[in-house]
């Protein structure tokens, strides 16, 4: 099952990429879990190099595996909405792209005892009309700036990295893949990126953090 993010359907003015910050501050995303296997070995990594990340989580893989989103949520990552069944929105009508949001928030709430402030949307479809619904449900749309990097597609470590670190700057909102597939590439790139940020003096932040520091002109 392809589940890339980088649909010719994108629409950049709808989604943040990126937003201004003086510190030293990138937020890393990662999309479709989570999975039993690859998002407790991300976890592990920025648990070590002391790294916080947001979570765009599918409905369905959280109803499979809440232990795990439970888990990060308590290690202080950010949980966002990626729909119940990680429907193409701008495929559907009203209220079907409203049921897709609501069904996956009900259960984050459920689970961290607050609504999730962002989504994105799958394969990054947006447009005018799901945009206001995300607007409407209280959502901010988070798009990413390494959309190259690809790594949901396998395209090799040494790729995921070189088109990662091209788009690495203060503000910064960076994606990456932790489930519905073999996500080994992206664990490895995520393993090598993640101490190097570290060392040159990164924060990682959650993407609610970066848009606050960015609104508080950090
Ligand atoms: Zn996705």
Redesign the pocket.
Known sequence: ME?G?AGEKRTESLLVDRVPVRRLAVALTF??GPDPAYTPEIADILRRNGGRATF?V?GQELERSADIARMLHEEGHELGN?TQT?ASLTALTEAERRAELESADRLLEALTGRRPRLF?P??LAIDAETARTGEAMGYRAVGAANLKAED?RMPGTAHILEHTRSEVRPGSILIF?DG?GDRSQTVEAVSVLVPELRKQGYELVTVSRLLEMAEQGL
């Open positions: 589940t993010d999309d479709d765009f599918i990626h990680h994105r799958p394969y949901w893949h519905l």
